[in-house]
């Protein structure tokens, strides 16, 4: 069955940085990207980017453009997402979602079918 | 960037109840929309995939619908463990992005 596990939560100061892992088992690793999304406490879902596990390529969002780097390990069907020059407003928590995708009418629906159980990241001095 | 905007914020209403919840977006992105729910404390849940198309094992009472740049969920007669937030998301544009959500609770 398919499953990505994350690793533990995190606490870090204010200028530190973190790698979060997410462990993808129960497909081909390299058929589907990988998204991260971000949901600080008590706000919503914001998303922050993806890779490409077959590849290595990225995208992130705007606001996350340095402060973000997305990493793979294929021998370990792993991907990494390091946060850099943390800040008190990084705090959050942070999920994988494994992007699938199926043919429509129009062309390619692509959607988040499953996610990680989530990593806690405190920003705290 | 593609904006998505849903509303209401918040809803209340009673078991049995039909909701709406709509979003919208700021461009046209045909019919490239998704639905999640997420409960505290956990993961969200894919729900509706290109804006209508029900995700497997996701009971019929949710429904999704539109195209372009109005959507809406719907979900007829609610149970009690609908009571979470939903959240409207796009796949037109390599750049994701979501609703704010909105948070559904018991009247």
């Known amino acids: 069955q398919v499953q990505l596990v994350q690793s533990g939560a995190e606490v870090a100061k204010p200028g530190a940085s973190v790698k979060v892992s997410c462990k993808a088992s129960g497909y081909s690793f390299s058929d589907y990207y990988i998204h991260w999304v971000r949901q600080a406490p008590g706000q919503g879902l914001e998303w922050v980017g993806w890779?490409?596990?077959?590849?290595?390529?990225?995208n992130y969002a705007r606001e996350f453009h340095g402060s973000v780097a997305m990493t793979r390990d294929t021998s370990t069907t792993t991907v990494y997402m390091e946060l850099s020059s943390l800040r008190s407003d990084d705090t959050a928590v942070y999920y994988c979602a494994r992007d699938l995708y199926t043919r429509s009418r129009g062309g390619w629906n692509y959607y988040f079918d499953y996610w990680g159980q989530g990593t806690l990241v405190t920003v705290s001095s | 960037d593609i904006q998505m905007t849903q509303s209401p914020s918040s809803l209340s209403a009673s078991v049995g109840d039909r909701v709406t919840i709509a979003c919208r977006a700021s461009?046209?992105?045909?019919?490239?929309l998704n639905w999640y729910q997420q409960k505290p404390g956990k993961a969200p849940n894919l729900l509706i995939y290109?804006?209508?198309n029900l995700h497997s094992g996701v009971p019929s009472r949710f429904s999704g619908s539109g195209f372009g740049t109005d959507f809406t969920l719907t979900i007829s007669g609610l149970q009690p463990e609908d009571f979470a937030t939903y959240y409207c998301?796009?796949?037109?544009?390599?750049?994701?992005?979501f609703g704010q959500g909105t948070k559904l609770e018991i009247k």
């Open positions: 290109g804006a209508s």
């Open positions: 890779i490409n596990p077959k590849s290595g390529g990225t």
């Open positions: 461009e046209n992105i045909g019919s490239y």
């Open positions: 998301q796009q796949s037109h544009s390599t750049l994701r992005s």
